[in-house]
């Protein structure tokens, strides 16, 4: 056992459990009886159920904020008792990631360059029965205590050449329009697009006469610097935390007013400007 506060880094779970059910509470009770000095911080556990894609974004926006060497236990895994593997990463930039290999862990791990990739298969380093419901009680949660104590990779598994990558959709530009689509829907209901701020400003370049504005089902709105910049009840598009475009509402929420989500279709245009 490390000596007490050696370990300055935490242990960050993100899962798709949310706040009712004891599942994410389970899971801090097994990295505690294995690591009872560890700090361990919940990133989020409202991640929509299922869905891998909001947990990958959320983990990707999230890890460069945290400590070197955290351990980020990730469990957004509807094949769960599947085929689909086990898995434990560490990176360049020194962020340690544990989760299902779907794609979950991807998008962090591609920014914090993978170095060494493995399948959880010691079975020293789980718990005594494994529920094919639960891996991240039986699995996930053990190897991520043992690697904040200091357990290698290589005692817990076996080598990886690779992972499953997600691969996002990429936004499109034509002469005359921008088209992308939402990504992702946050608590308030903002429609995050994958349109990042590069990409809108090299679009609007191309027009520096004319103004860009944004279309998204039958409504059109325009690019603020900020939420508090359109009236009440109207809506606005921006570049948020994220780097990304996203759709809002002032004080109200975009999903209901557009009835968008997921896969809704975003798409600036140019037009020429009012004098």
Aim: glycine content about 8%; overall charge positive; proline content about 7%.
């Amino acid at each position: 056992m490390p000596p007490r506060n050696r370990n300055r880094f935490p242990i960050a779970l993100l899962t798709d459990f949310g706040y009712r059910d004891h599942y994410a509470g389970v899971m801090k009770g097994v990295i505690s009886t294995i690591a009872p000095d560890a700090s361990i911080i919940d990133l989020t556990h409202g991640i929509p159920p299922q869905s891998i894609a909001a947990g990958a974004i959320a983990l990707a926006e999230s890890w460069r904020f945290f400590p070197p060497r955290t351990v980020f236990l990730a469990v957004v895994d509807p094949g769960v008792g599947t085929s689909r593997a086990p898995i434990a990463l560490e990176t360049r930039a020194g962020a340690r990631f544990v989760g299902p290999d779907n794609g979950l862990l991807s998008l962090a791990a591609r920014a914090a360059v993978i170095t060494r990739a493995v399948r959880l298969t010691s079975e020293r380093h789980r718990l005594p029965r494994v529920s094919a419901t639960f891996h991240g009680r039986d699995i996930f949660a053990p190897a991520s205590a043992h690697i904040w104590r200091g357990a290698r990779l290589t005692t817990l598994g076996t080598p990886l050449k690779s992972i499953v990558q997600l691969e996002l959709p990429r936004p499109v530009q034509s002469a005359s329009r921008l088209s992308g689509e939402v990504i992702y829907v946050d608590s308030y209901g903002n429609l995050i697009t994958n349109i990042d701020r590069e990409t809108v400003e090299r679009f609007a370049s191309c027009f520096p006469l004319q103004t860009v504005s944004v279309r998204i089902g039958r409504g059109v709105t325009k690019i603020l610097d900020a939420y508090a910049l359109a009236p009440k009840g109207v809506s606005l598009a921006t570049l948020g935390s994220f780097g990304l475009l996203e759709i809002a509402v002032r004080d109200g929420n975009a999903a209901q007013h557009f009835a968008a989500g997921p896969g809704t279709a975003v798409t600036l245009t140019a037009s020429a400007k009012r004098n």
